[in-house]
């Protein structure tokens, strides 16, 4: 069963912001919120993650419902260089004691932003 | 400085045949995972190796699939008599410590072409 639910597609004019939503409904409460993105031919690229705060940096803000069923990636003035495909994935944070199954990735299908010039 | 890099870029074999990808992870990480990508597809877990050993390899899809890391950095994927079905981008990544990573920096993939 996917973890996570992505629209499969959005467009965004180039300079404003591009709110990129994600279902998690099932998300455990020791289950972190993370994002990925892949511009084409490249590998996936770490943006964020977050526990129930929400969390900025320098590429993008993430904002957690109360609940924690759902987030919102926000990249607040895309450019064309943002287009890509954005994967929200649900994952235990890792430490020094994790298994490999809790260490992988697993991504879904994710959703291929389009920024419009 | 320098990231994640794989060789080759793109490889085109002929079904039956062997073949191994190469991955150079960052210097000093310890961590080191293979993905499969294939199109229109998110990346999968194929193999997790935690300096020289493989910790968890339960995403290797049957036993034509092997990887090696003897020296705890560079790492091989290896596939024997290969079909067109494993045809896609082998993607790798590597993370800086042991246990509380929680980024991981990936190549560009090597495209695997089994015609």
């Known amino acids: 069963d996917a973890k996570t639910t992505q629209p499969p597609s959005m467009d965004c004019a180039e300079g404003r912001a591009a709110n990129l939503p994600c279902n998690h409904s099932?998300?455990?409460?020791?289950?972190?919120v993370y994002w990925y993105r892949q511009i084409h031919s490249q590998g996936p690229q770490y943006i964020i993650h977050g526990l129930k705060n929400n969390e900025t940096n320098e590429m993008a803000s993430l904002i957690i419902t109360e609940d924690r069923k759902s987030s919102t990636l926000i990249l607040p003035h895309a450019t064309l260089r943002d287009t890509a495909v954005y994967y929200c994935?649900?994952?235990?944070?890792?430490?020094?004691?994790?298994?490999?199954?809790?260490?992988?990735?697993?991504f879904g299908s994710g959703t291929q932003l389009t920024v419009l010039p | 400085g320098a990231g994640v890099s794989q060789t080759p870029s793109n490889k085109v074999t002929e079904k039956g045949k062997y073949v191994e990808l190469r991955c150079d992870p960052i210097s000093g990480h310890t961590a080191l995972y293979w993905y499969r990508q294939s199109l229109g597809q998110g990346p999968e877990f194929l193999i997790y190796?935690?300096?020289?050993?493989?910790?968890?390899d339960s995403g290797l899809p049957n036993d034509r699939f092997f990887a090696v890391r003897p020296e705890g950095s560079v790492s091989t994927l290896k596939i024997q008599r290969t079909e067109r079905g494993d045809s896609a981008v082998y993607l790798c990544?590597?993370?800086?410590?042991?246990?509380?990573?929680?980024?991981?920096?990936f190549g560009p993939g090597t495209r695997l072409t089994v015609l």
């Open positions: 190796f935690q300096g020289t050993g493989a910790a968890d």
């Open positions: 994935i649900v994952r235990v944070a890792p430490n020094i004691f994790s298994s490999g199954s809790a260490r992988q990735l697993t």
């Open positions: 099932t998300i455990s409460g020791n289950e972190y």
């Open positions: 990544a590597s993370s800086p410590r042991a246990g509380d990573s929680n980024e991981q920096f």
